[in-house]
């Protein structure tokens, strides 16, 4: 049977993108039978696959970003008190304190910047205790094992600890662990999850990606600490564009200048998603009906990315 799946990427404030995507797609009636997500990806996909609906998706992500455990969990990470204002809150204090180097200091007595308990009390405030093979439409979420260097996807099991596990930004949110391994952000190894897609059975995969490109990246760095993280950068960047050539269309939004902290920009990003969404749904319907009259004849997937790929391992049995 022929399968579509919608893949969402990491961004994190970037990627509420996605939601105007959402809304551009369930406008146009264009349904996929599975989602993929990692990161902010993966909070996204699951609000959407849970409610069914982007308007609901929207207002409840909405609603946390201005709730008091958002603002107060964010700067718990900065040791400041509780911010009101939206413009400059906890996550542009965290990114000074990165750029500071504040983070190096306190990593050494401390395993993350935002303690386990606040971290897991935020994520139940967002999403339900359900799960994730309980929820109509098909998902799954990505998160990079660190103990093993694999990339781990979730597919069943509680929605809550998956979620946890794909948004972990590695020394800010806490490891979250599952038997021997230890579970942190997904975009550390996969921002573009196209590959888990096909994997899953995915004929066609249309992807939104609100990732960076190199020109995006901060002025040529002048410091040490700089340096580390535009080269580091520059590496996940590349080995994104990798991964999702994969997709059978890309969805791109107008994101430049967004950084990842910049959750105050909520109607910026939606809109920038939904514009550039409106722009190409013709093509996405071509796509996904070219996909399916190849797939008649035998022509589509699995294509590419057939074989068990290195360091891949799917969650079959969850243990808690």
């Avoid at 009636?29 to 996909?45: H, L, N």
């Avoid at 809150?89 to 990593?107: N, V, W």
């Avoid at 339900?128 to 439409?137: R, Y």
Wanted: charged residues 20%.
């Amino acid at each position: 049977m022929f399968k579509t799946a919608l893949v969402l990427s990491g961004g994190a404030a970037r990627g509420l993108a996605h939601i105007g995507v959402l809304e551009q797609l369930e406008k146009a009636r264009i349904s996929f039978d599975m989602v993929v997500g990692t990161s902010m990806g993966a909070i996204i996909g699951a609000l959407y696959c849970y409610t069914g609906n982007a308007f609901l998706t929207a207002q409840r992500m909405k609603s946390f970003l201005q709730s008091e455990i958002f603002t107060k969990g964010l700067a718990l990470a900065v040791e400041q008190p509780a911010l009101t204002d939206q413009s400059e809150g906890a996550f542009q204090k965290l990114f000074a304190s990165l750029k500071k180097g504040l983070y190096y200091t306190r990593s050494v007595t401390r395993p993350s910047l935002v303690p386990e308990k606040f971290y897991r009390q935020a994520i139940s405030e967002l999403l339900p205790d359900i799960l994730i093979q309980d929820m109509p439409v098909r998902f799954a979420a990505v998160s990079l094992d660190m103990t093993k260097g694999e990339e781990y996807i979730f597919t069943r099991g509680p929605l809550r600890k998956a979620i946890m596990a794909s948004a972990a930004i590695p020394g800010v949110f806490p490891p979250v662990a599952i038997g021997e391994r230890l579970l942190v952000d997904g975009g550390w190894i996969d921002n573009v999850p196209v590959t888990p897609a096909i994997k899953m059975g995915a004929h066609c995969v249309i992807c939104s990606d609100s990732s960076w490109s190199v020109a995006e990246l901060t002025p040529f760095p002048t410091n040490a600490v700089e340096v580390a993280f535009r080269c580091s950068d520059i590496t996940r960047i590349l080995l994104t564009e990798i991964k999702k050539s994969q997709a059978d269309f890309i969805i791109r939004p107008g994101l430049y200048g967004v950084r990842w902290s910049d959750f105050h920009m909520f109607d910026y990003c939606v809109s920038a998603g939904r514009e550039a969404c409106a722009k190409v749904l013709k093509r996405i319907r071509r796509t996904i009906r070219i996909r399916k009259i190849q797939s008649l004849g035998g022509l589509c997937r699995p294509r590419r990315g057939c074989s068990n790929p290195v360091g891949m391992v799917f969650h079959d049995e969850f243990h808690a």
